[in-house]
């Protein structure tokens, strides 16, 4: 025990005050308790490992980290080996509906006046783009001859003989019939949402802002088929549009002569007979024009080099893969056994 004595200044006091030593003691067991605890190890470092360590572990277990990279690498290799090569076909095209939409809104305050409605000309190119990614519009490419099958069945493409090969638990060739055992919802014969599906991965639809170009393009392990399928499509939006626009020239050209003959002002019937010369103009490219909704800009094309895979990324990404997974692995290891020696 230590202690430590207080002498004060016996003038500070009082005249019956009394002095008083006041005696403090310390007990010095304080000291070494602090001392004691400081030399104790920090569990929580403890869990922590240096830059030296790191190595020494990756050392120490170099040949089960060797073995996993290689297998993964290994694996990569055989997996995009197993994969067919596919091929991308692209078009670029004008919309040309656009130019009668311009002509005919000039003449929208009086075609509102008469209750009839003008199509916007920007919004052409987004109908068109959303009636070719649409399921309905699959309807209309299933009905040619061979879609269906090269879309669902196609298993393999050779090279020499510019043929598919069909997958024969899906379709027979020999006798076009399709032999394949599904499950509900799927049917024996695929429906158009089955097809559409299956194509509507690998079909793609854009619009260039700047120029109002639409560039479609598809891929698929036949590139001959990847070129027909896009002239189909064009094919197809053309003949829709065709039809749909005959359909509502004939019903607004009866409707424009019944309000033509029941108007009595000279300037609405003006204005009618522009609107009147506007649709048989239309019906005009309608008969005499195959390409009536889409212009080819630079035409479809059978693609000489693959689109994909990327083989060489997929074995380079399999084996970084490889690589982390050993050392996650290797290291929780590590932390098990060092977790059981400890208890």
């Known amino acids: 025990m230590v202690e430590l004595v207080d002498t004060r200044d016996l003038k500070s006091l009082g005249r019956n005050a009394v002095p008083v030593q006041v005696r403090l003691r310390v007990p010095i067991y304080i000291c070494r308790d602090i001392k004691v605890e400081s030399d104790r190890p920090n569990k929580q470092d403890s869990d922590y490992i240096s830059l030296s360590e790191f190595f020494l572990i990756l050392m120490k277990y170099r040949k089960t980290i060797l073995t996993l990279v290689f297998i993964f690498a290994l694996s990569s290799v055989i997996y995009s080996l197993s994969l067919p090569n596919k091929f991308s076909s692209t078009t670029s095209l004008k919309v040309m509906i656009n130019q009668d939409s311009q002509q005919a809104n000039k003449m929208g305050g009086i075609s509102s006046l008469i209750g009839m409605n003008i199509n916007n000309a920007n919004s052409e190119s987004e109908i068109i783009k959303s009636m070719i990614l649409s399921n309905t519009f699959a309807k209309n490419l299933i009905k040619h001859e061979g879609i269906t099958e090269k879309i669902i069945a196609a298993k393999k493409y050779d090279i020499e003989t510019k043929e ?40 793609k639809v854009n619009i260039d802002e700047s120029s109002g170009l639409m560039e479609i393009s598809f891929t698929h392990i036949s590139p001959e088929f990847s070129k027909y399928f896009i002239d189909l499509i064009v094919k197809e939006v053309n003949r829709v549009m065709k039809a749909k626009d005959r359909t509502e020239s004939e019903k607004a050209i009866d409707y424009l002569n019944q309000e033509l003959a029941n108007s009595t002002s000279l300037e609405v019937k003006k204005s009618i007979g522009s609107l009147v010369e506007t649709q048989l103009k239309k019906e005009m490219l309608l008969n005499i024009s195959d390409e009536y909704a889409l212009s080819t800009v630079n035409a479809s094309f059978v693609p000489e080099l693959k689109s994909s895979p990327n083989r060489a990324f997929i074995c380079i990404l399999g084996t970084f893969i490889g690589f982390f997974i050993s050392i996650i692995v290797v290291f929780l290891y590590q932390f098990i056994l060092k977790n059981e020696s400890q208890l």
Do not use: C, G
Not at 169 to 192: A, Q
């Open 164 to 203: 598919i090969i069909f997958d024969a638990n899906e379709f027979n060739p020999t006798t076009m019939e399709w032999v394949r055992d599904v499950s509900y919802p799927y049917k024996k014969i695929p429906s158009y949402l089955e097809v559409y599906q299956e194509y509507s991965e690998y079909l």
